[in-house]
């Protein structure tokens, strides 16, 4: 495969949103009503990470792997979101 703007255009359109993956997050995670510090003992992120991912300021893949298993999700779960 080569590499070309029309192959990175492509990427750019299909990459994770992090407002879809906030938003996913904070409907899973109410809908099992766990709190944050919850989640962060499930997952060992710490409350500020799960508050930066669920402001849409991040949505790095592993940390969202980690949630997803954590909560016993299947893994593609907020990848796909």
Do not use: C, H, W
Not at 8 to 18: D, L, M, N, R, W
Not at 20 to 41: C, K, P
Not at 49 to 56: K, M, S, W
């Amino acid at each position: 495969m080569s590499v070309s703007m029309n192959n990175f255009e492509g990427a750019v359109k299909t990459a994770i949103s992090p407002q879809r993956v906030s938003a996913a997050l904070i409907e899973v995670r109410q809908s099992m009503n766990y709190s944050l510090d919850q989640v962060a003992v499930t997952t060992g992120l710490t409350v500020g990470e799960l508050t930066a991912i669920e402001n849409g300021d991040a949505a790095d893949p592993a940390q969202l792997q980690r949630i997803a298993s954590a909560l016993g999700l299947p893994p593609a779960t907020f990848l796909l979101a």
